[in-house]
């Protein structure tokens, strides 16, 4: 089970989260929600874009450019997929920790296997 390190990546991980519940997010909207700086958003959205997880929509609203982002089918299916692989983690770890309870209940009991 490996991590996409593309999301996996806080700043990252939060854009993909906001961008799969809308239709798309412009620039500003994600600077003003996430709280970075525009080389940060910008590096981060770079590093998206180069993964094909979103697609870049540049328009100009009357005289005023605007950049909007929207994720791909591609950018879907990797969250989709990095969350499964969480949820797998969640569950090897719940099976493991169980596993040792198990084993510490038995050497308290006084049956050893």
């Known amino acids: 089970m490996e991590f996409d390190k593309v999301i996996h990546e806080p700043a ?5 989260m906001i961008l799969s519940g809308v239709e798309q997010a412009d620039f500003n909207f994600l600077l003003i929600t996430l709280n970075l700086t525009r080389g940060n958003l910008s590096r981060h959205m770079e590093k998206l874009e180069s993964a094909a997880y979103l697609k870049v929509k540049k328009t100009f609203k009357g005289k005023v450019p605007n950049t909007s982002y929207h994720l791909t089918k591609i950018g879907k299916r990797a969250l989709s997929k990095y969350w499964e692989t969480i949820e797998e983690i969640r569950k090897s770890k719940k099976k493991s920790f169980s596993a040792k309870k198990a084993k ?3 050497v308290k009991n006084g049956s050893h296997s």
């Open 12 to 16: 990252r991980l939060r854009i993909m």
């Open 104 to 106: 510490a209940r038995k």
